[in-house]
């Protein structure tokens, strides 16, 4: 990486730089083997100067542009120049520039993939993350992401529902406990279960998952600090949030959908946890538009 600029924007953006080179330096790997670009190498004179914009072809919500900023700096050696048309996180439409890169046609080619590939999949997640934070505007309650990520795009990925103003639940199973039915299962019940994790780590939010009203109550009764509410009707939890009446968190879970986005918010709970934002979210269709050579 040697435009500085570029790595401020990642910085800027609160990505870490190891994040961001180390999925970028995979990725290029990935894409080049072993004899690199040989369409482009045998095609494009060397030295040949050019320009290219980032153009959306669809609405959506624009995340990942450091990212393919990193791209093209890499593979150009620095040669290349990128000047943002945009910021992570704004509504974009049809033929806006997002991004001008300025430097040698033959990188500019090379990097397109890549830088695409990262851009299209991060906006995607932006661009679906705003769709449910719209339904429910004005309710109070916020719309977070799962662990449900592509292996090794974890950060990126949650990076982008940020940027689609969504919030994130934990980074990894390190970061806060989240009881789940398997783990009431192997406890031997719900409160038992909750237990043996504030036993084990006092300094830990924990989070446990529930499907009945009634196991609700127990675990709020036991201090739970977060509930999470899995597959109940608007009905359940309306009675959930009554009965704990402000004492704890609680999220619906399981079944969500973006029709039903809005009932379920008004039921008054906290948060609506959302795994399709990252697993199922569709690519925002954007090009790479070479302009003048």
Same mark, same amino acid.
């Given at each position: 990486m040697s435009d500085p600029s570029v790595?401020?924007?990642? %910085?800027?953006?609160?990505? !870490?730089?190891? !994040?961001? /080179? %180390?999925?970028v330096d995979r990725a290029l790997s990935e894409d080049l083997g072993i004899d690199g670009d040989v !369409? !482009?190498?045998a095609t494009v004179p060397p030295g040949l100067l050019?320009?290219?914009?980032? +153009?959306p072809r669809a609405d959506g919500v624009v995340a990942g542009l450091p990212v393919a900023a990193w791209v093209f700096d890499v593979v150009s050696a620095g040669r290349a120049r990128v000047e943002f048309g945009t910021l992570d996180g704004a509504r974009v439409t049809p033929g806006e520039v997002l991004a001008t890169v300025r430097g040698p046609v033959a990188d500019l080619l090379t990097a397109e993939r890549t830088a695409l590939n990262l851009l299209t999949h991060l906006s995607g997640i932006a661009t679906l993350t705003r769709r449910w934070v719209d339904a429910v505007e004005g309710t109070g309650a916020v719309i977070r992401d799962t662990r449900k990520t592509l292996p090794g795009l974890r950060a990126l990925e949650k990076y982008a529902v940020r940027a689609g103003g969504g919030q994130n639940h934990r980074m990894s199973l390190s970061d806060a406990a989240l009881v789940k039915d398997n783990h009431v299962a192997a406890a031997g019940g719900v409160v038992k279960a909750f237990d043996a +994790?504030?036993?084990? /780590?006092?300094d830990l939010t924990i989070e446990i998952e529930v499907d009945t009203?009634?196991?609700? /109550?127990? +675990?709020?009764?036991?201090?739970?600090q977060l509930v999470l509410l899995d597959n109940m009707a608007p009905a %359940?939890?309306?009675?959930?949030? %009554?009965?704990?009446a402000g004492r704890v968190k609680l999220e619906a879970s399981g079944g969500l959908t973006l029709e039903r986005a809005r009932e379920v918010a008004e039921t008054g709970v906290d948060y609506l946890a959302i795994g399709a934002l990252t697993h199922s979210a569709p690519a925002l269709d954007i090009g790479l538009d070479i302009q003048e050579h």
């Open positions: 790595r401020y924007a990642v %910085e800027a953006a609160g990505l !870490t730089v190891h !994040t961001v /080179r %180390e999925v !369409t !482009t190498n050019g320009r290219a914009d980032l +153009v +994790v504030r036993a084990a /780590r006092p009203v009634e196991q609700a /109550r127990a +675990v709020i009764d036991a201090g739970a %359940e939890m309306r009675d959930v949030v %009554e009965y704990a």
